[in-house]
Nanobody
Framework: QVQLVESGGGLVQAGGSLRLSCAAS????????MGWYRQAPGKQRELVAT???????NYEESVKGRFTVSRDNAKNTVYLQMNSLKPEDTAVYYC???????WGQGTQVTVSS
């Protein structure tokens, strides 16, 4: 079982930036596609970005051009660089492997207008 710990969230003004980190406890993490998800109050959790173990990325339409997902397999860590943040990006952000159930506690991102 892999444990994931998200960090880097906070309160930022619209137009600002944050960098989220997701640290994995096990080295097998490097073999899996990883995803960043978010869940806003009263809404379902949604997948916003994925990165394969080889580094290929994919993004949900609303974050394209603003968010960048990356990973450092040597550090067992996945990152989400979020630029040009909007109030609608406010949510709890989680990382997970789409084929697994490794959910961490998430990290809160709040964007003020």
């Amino acid at each position: 079982q892999v444990q994931l710990v998200e960090s880097g969230g906070g309160l930022v003004q619209a137009g600002g930036s944050l960098r989220l980190s997701c640290a994995a406890s096990g080295s097998i993490f490097r073999f899996f596609t990883m995803g960043w998800y978010r869940q806003a109050p009263g809404k379902q959790r949604e997948l916003v970005a994925t990165i394969t173990n080889y580094g290929s990325t994919n993004y949900e339409e609303s974050v394209k051009g603003r968010f960048t997902v990356s990973r450092d397999n040597a550090k067992n860590t996945v990152y989400l660089q979020m630029n040009s943040l909007k109030p609608e990006d406010t949510a709890v952000y989680y990382c997970n492997a789409p084929t697994k159930n490794w959910w961490g506690q998430g990290t809160q991102v709040t964007v003020s207008s």
